[in-house]
């Protein structure tokens, strides 16, 4: 397929095929627009890893089009993504890394079901209430691996369970 230059009136004029369609800009190598059948238009980056043309191909999803225009979008492709693929980076295999990483209340339900084995019903009952009530709602959402010293400062702040154990 030919190159274009993908512009917000290039993108806005796309109208969805019978499978996704590929457009790739002639600016940015890489740098694309990729446009479903149900009409959703997002920018792609495409890259090789590992040794050219012999390496394996990935593309990565990049940003919707609605939260980012198209000069936006080649600029921080061109730095970001392709900057780490580069670098010798893979920017595809880390995102599905991350999103195999368990978060908090993952970890929570797995203590809860393993770790409770040795303890009496009440004790339990006790640190589900208080996974419930305080840990989930603060932090459950966040990736194990991103917990932060500050996270867990704002969570000894705001949750009631930690103020009563001080006084």
């Known amino acids: ?11 806005d004029a796309t109208q969805p095929g019978s499978q996704d369609t590929l457009y790739w800009d002639d600016q940015l190598k890489g740098f694309g627009l990729k446009v479903t059948p ?4 997002v920018y792609v980056c495409q890259y090789r890893v590992g040794g050219g043309a012999a390496g394996k191909t990935r593309r990565l999803t990049l940003w919707r089009t609605r939260n980012i225009d198209a000069d936006q979008a080649r600029s921080a492709a061109a730095k970001q993504t392709l900057g780490l693929v580069a670098n010798g980076g ?20 797995r203590y809860l079901e ?9 004790t339990i009952a006790t640190d589900y209430g208080r996974i419930e009530r305080h840990i989930k709602p603060l932090l459950g959402k966040k990736k194990v691996a991103e917990i932060t010293r500050a996270d867990i ?6 949750s009631p369970m930690v103020k009563q154990q001080r006084t």
């Open 114 to 122: 393993d770790g409770c084995g040795t303890k009496k019903a009440s």
């Open 90 to 109: 893979d920017p595809a295999t880390d995102k599905q890394a991350k999103r195999k990483q368990i978060d908090v209340a993952e970890l929570c339900e």
């Open 1 to 11: 397929m030919a190159s274009i230059r993908i512009s917000k009136s290039t993108v």
């Open 153 to 158: 400062k704002r969570f000894c702040r705001m």
């Open 38 to 41: 149900k009409g959703k238009k």
